[in-house]
Antibody, heavy 124, light 106 residues
Framework: EVQLLESGGGLVQPGGSLRLSCAASGFTFSSYAMSWVRQAPGKGLEWVSGISGSGGSTYYADSVKGRFTISRDKSKNTLFLQMNSLRVEDTAVYYC?????????????????WGRGTTVTVSS | IQMTQSPSSLSASVGDSVTITCRASQSISSYLNWYQHKLGEAPKLLIYTASNLQSGVPSRFGGSGSGTDFTLTISSLQPEDFATYYCQQSYFTPYTFGQGTKLEIK
């Protein structure tokens, strides 16, 4: 069974940093692209970032470009999201999601398995 | 690409059929996916590439459309179908979602 388990969320002050992790199991991790998607309180889903199966290609939403960095560790079957210069508007539940293929930037890309999320709160 | 769903909320009864619409700000061919999300749970893929039913999803869910206009139809609503539904374009990054349609029990 494919499973994704996010961790690393918490309370952080504006301007601070946080690193999210997503432990993957039940599939060949390096064969699939992965994404982070977030949901701010009372809002809808927002795609944040994606990374190819090899880790060689990364993509970001304009709202986080230059502040967030997505990465993956094949040996640990783990996806990461390093979040720097955090803002109040980054407050959200962050979900990791498995992609349907090895590349993010493909018409056929969709997110077929999701984790239950980890909560990030940015507040002073 | 902006994605606009309608309605934003919808009330229906068990056994009803409902249709949710998603419109893209430009043509996205058939590269449109639908997800179901219940509070506190992981979102769930329902339909990919406009009309393909994800494995394990009941056949009462159906998707159609191409270009800029898409629909998600749920026939014979079941109690477990009351949730929020999102469309998402995969035409190019950054991928974008609609604002969501909350389906509530009447």
């Amino acid at each position: 069974e494919v499973q994704l388990l996010e961790s690393g969320g918490g309370l952080v002050q504006p301007g601070g940093s946080l690193r999210l992790s997503c432990a993957a199991s039940g599939f060949t991790f390096s064969s699939y692209a992965m994404s982070w998607v977030r949901q701010a309180p009372g809002k809808g889903l927002e795609w944040v970032s994606g990374i190819s199966g090899s880790g060689g290609s990364t993509y970001y939403a304009d709202s986080v470009k230059g502040r967030f960095t997505i990465s993956r560790d094949k040996s640990k079957n783990t996806l990461f999201l390093q979040m720097n210069s955090l803002r109040v508007e980054d407050t959200a539940v962050y979900y990791c999601a498995k992609g349907s293929m090895n590349t993010v930037n493909s018409y056929q890309y969709y997110m077929d398995v999701w984790g239950r999320g980890t909560t990030v709160t940015v507040s002073s | 690409i902006q994605m606009t769903q309608s309605p934003s909320s919808l009330s229906a009864s068990v056994g009803d059929s409902v249709t949710i619409t998603c419109r893209a700000s430009q043509s996205i061919s058939s590269y449109l996916n639908w997800y179901q999300h219940k509070l506190g749970e992981a979102p769930k893929l329902l339909i990919y590439t406009a009309s393909n039913l994800q494995s394990g999803v009941p056949s009462r869910f159906g998707g159609s459309g191409s270009g800029t206009d898409f629909t998600l139809t749920i026939s014979s609503l079941q109690p477990e179908d009351f949730a929020t539904y999102y469309c998402q374009q995969s035409y190019f990054t950054p991928y974008t979602f609609g604002q969501g349609t909350k389906l509530e029990i009447k």
